[in-house]
């Protein structure tokens, strides 16, 4: 079974960094798709970043091209989203989400708020 545990979310001025961390257990990590998503009140939930099984392939979406980073690790089981130059506009319920095939997990979802 897929559990995935985010943390690292706050309250951080604008231009200010968070680092989010996703601990994954219960499945082969290495095999997965390792995705985060966030999700903005009154708005669908939408794909920040992606970082393929092997690291290598790494995709973002536009808005946050340049500012945010994912990596992750294998070994300890661990996915990364460093955010930097943070805007009011990322503010959001961040997930940490797992996929292979028709096989999806989620995190419970840690909160970014991003205000002065």
């Known amino acids: 079974q897929i559990q995935l545990v985010e943390s690292g979310g706050g309250l951080v001025q604008p231009g200010g960094s968070l680092r989010l961390a996703c601990a994954a257990s219960g499945f082969t990590f290495s095999s997965y798709t390792m995705s985060w998503y966030r999700q903005a009140p009154g708005k669908e939930r939408e794909l920040v970043a992606s970082?393929?099984?092997?690291?290598?392939?790494?995709n973002y979406v536009d808005s946050v091209k340049g500012r945010f980073a994912i990596s992750r690790d294998n070994a300890k089981n661990t996915v990364a989203l460093q955010m930097n130059s943070l805007k009011p506009e990322d503010t959001a319920v961040y997930y940490c989400?797992?996929?292979?095939?028709?096989?999806?997990?989620w995190g419970q979802g840690t909160q970014v708020t991003v205000s002065s």
């Open positions: 989400t797992a996929v292979r095939g028709s096989t999806r997990g």
């Open positions: 970082i393929g099984s092997g690291g290598r392939t790494i």
